[in-house]
């Protein structure tokens, strides 16, 4: 019964009812409270929905049922990973997703990459919330107004959390509406600051690392950058220490050999240059 539940529910979130699938899985559930796909089906249909302290819920289930160690929970770290950013506690969300990325290293698991972009997602929301307390100090007048756009987004969200909760709007209308909310203050905190940054002649600056200059394996910019086979830049030391251990492209899973590394002088240049007027980011 519990598993033709699952089977009907799978049958909902491939059809964008992430509501139905989400009672489904929560009735296989109550049935067997001990299958841990119950609990992980439920969690990336949650994610779907933007129910970040259930999809919390349900990865951590599913991850003490498989076992911490074990490869198959893998893909519920990485829901609990994403969960943790949703709930605005990167550290966390760095530390889960980091420590399961290195397994999949190691186990040659198919989750590698996924985490591999929730490390990097989580390590530049850490440094946003640096950054974010560094502009602040400089500019006390930018820090309170800042302040207050983050005071009316939080009553904003409590509100359409009662709209929920009194059944006057569905789940993906409040998921959309507190994605709209959430991007609405980052538009407004982006101009905010652009506007500071003018007004004080470039002093109050927010800084960032660009994408393409991160190590997909050690999250730090690159240092001596090479291009595997399939096209991607990596530092040496770090892609030459993987390929040594794993023998295969970390992204394609092809085999390969550190002989198949080649130079990317033109990202190296890059890398130089942005350090040389960055020297902040060295420890970023």
Partial sequence: MAQELKAKGNELYKAGDYSGAEDLFSQAIQKNPHDAT????????????AKWAGVEHDARA???????????ALKSCWYLAQALLGLQRPQEAYDVAADAYQQSLTTKNAQTENLSRTVLRAKQQIWAAR?????RE????LGAVEAL?????????????????????????FGEDQKALREDAEVKVSNLRDAFRIASQGEVKERAVPDHLVDGITF?????PVITPSGASFDRLAITKYVEKAGVDPLTRAPMTV???RNNYALKAACEEFLTHNGWAVDW
């Fill in 220 to 224: 730090e910019i690159m240092h001596d």
């Fill in 62 to 72: 599913a991850i003490e049922i498989y076992g911490l160690k074990n490869p198959t």
């Fill in 149 to 173: 756009i983050e005071t009316d987004v939080a009553r904003a969200l409590a509100e359409l959390q009662g709209r929920l909760d009194r059944g006057e709007i569905g789940e993906i209308g």
């Fill in 259 to 261: 002989g198949d590394l």
């Fill in 131 to 135: 950054e974010t307390s560094r502009v």
């Fill in 38 to 49: 119950f609990f992980s089906n439920r969690a990336i249909t949650r994610i779907k929905l």
């Fill in 138 to 141: 400089l500019n006390e007048t």
